[in-house]
């Protein structure tokens, strides 16, 4: 039994937290199963329980890595400890809106399985430390805090909230990559938000990479949407979409002045069907 209950965690673990693989869920778990500490507003039972815990860290944390520092095993328990880092670039989490910081935290837990699959859980992360350090004290100027002015502004056009621009966007930005007859400063830059989500519905930046240095911040990340509306002279096809893009941002005096984006259009002309995918005539 101790070698499949660690094996069973493990898996869980390494493959369905660490790699979203969750359709593995149902060899590691009992249908029904029972989370004694479900996060608030997350199902306690069933496999929908299990998705809920890696899917909120993931959701807000899209690098997030838990490392296995300890398995105590007996009589059908597994006792766990692991440590977690990630950093906060994509949805709010605990009410916090991104800040593109670093974190790290443990988690303890209690797992009892029964006939080959994980049938409870007790136990919960270290929440408060989490807590204190995506609501720390950030050093204007500093490189964290560019980072968290580029993520909060990355976050308003997320939520469409194109008006909070001005907090974190300088007047004067300059748009060096320029859609063709966009106007200068701040105001072409929401123009330009406006075509895209005029074109894609639940228009979404995720930012896998983000890191900066001197006065410039980079990230590399993905963009979803759903093409319900006419782009670049093609009509929607309600198709759901994803393209990479990677980003460039200046940011002096805690303002956003400059931009430069590299966005995968082939890859997403493709997808619309304006171009062939490979092998096609």
Do not use: C
């Amino acid at each position: 039994m101790s070698d499949i209950a660690k094996t069973l965690y493990r898996n869980f673990v390494e493959e369905v937290i660490n790699k979203a693989n969750y359709d593995l869920i149902p060899e590691i778990f009992s249908e029904d199963y029972l989370d004694h500490n479900a996060p608030p507003g997350a199902p306690a039972g069933g496999f929908d329980a299990i998705r809920a815990v890696p899917i909120m860290f993931r959701g807000a944390f899209p690098d997030v890595h838990f490392v296995i520092e300890d398995m105590i095993n007996q009589d059908g328990w597994v006792a766990t400890r692991v440590s977690g880092k990630a950093t906060h670039l994509g949805k709010p989490f605990m009410g916090i809106e991104p800040t593109g910081l670093r974190a790290s935290w443990s988690s303890m837990g209690f797992f009892r399985v029964a006939n080959g699959r994980i049938v409870e859980h007790h136990g919960q992360p270290d929440l408060g430390a989490l807590q204190n350090q995506l609501t720390r004290k950030i050093e204007p100027g500093s490189l964290d805090h560019n980072r968290f002015i580029v993520s909060r502004y990355v976050y308003a056009t997320n939520i469409g909230e194109l008006d909070r621009f001005d907090e974190y966007v300088d007047p004067g930005f300059v748009d060096h990559n320029a859609l063709p007859g966009q106007r200068p400063g701040v105001d072409g830059l929401k123009d330009a938000y406006r075509m895209f989500s005029a074109a894609f519905s639940d228009l979404w930046y995720t930012f896998e990479d983000l890191i900066a240095e001197g006065d410039k911040v980079v990230g590399r990340g993905v963009i979803q949407g759903k093409h319900t509306g006419a782009f670049m002279g093609i009509p929607a096809s309600n198709k759901i979409v994803r393209w990479t893009g990677t980003r460039i941002f200046r940011v002096v005096n805690q303002k956003v002045t400059d931009g430069w984006i590299d966005l995968d259009m082939f890859g997403l002309m493709m997808q619309l069907g304006a171009i062939p995918m490979p092998g096609q005539s």
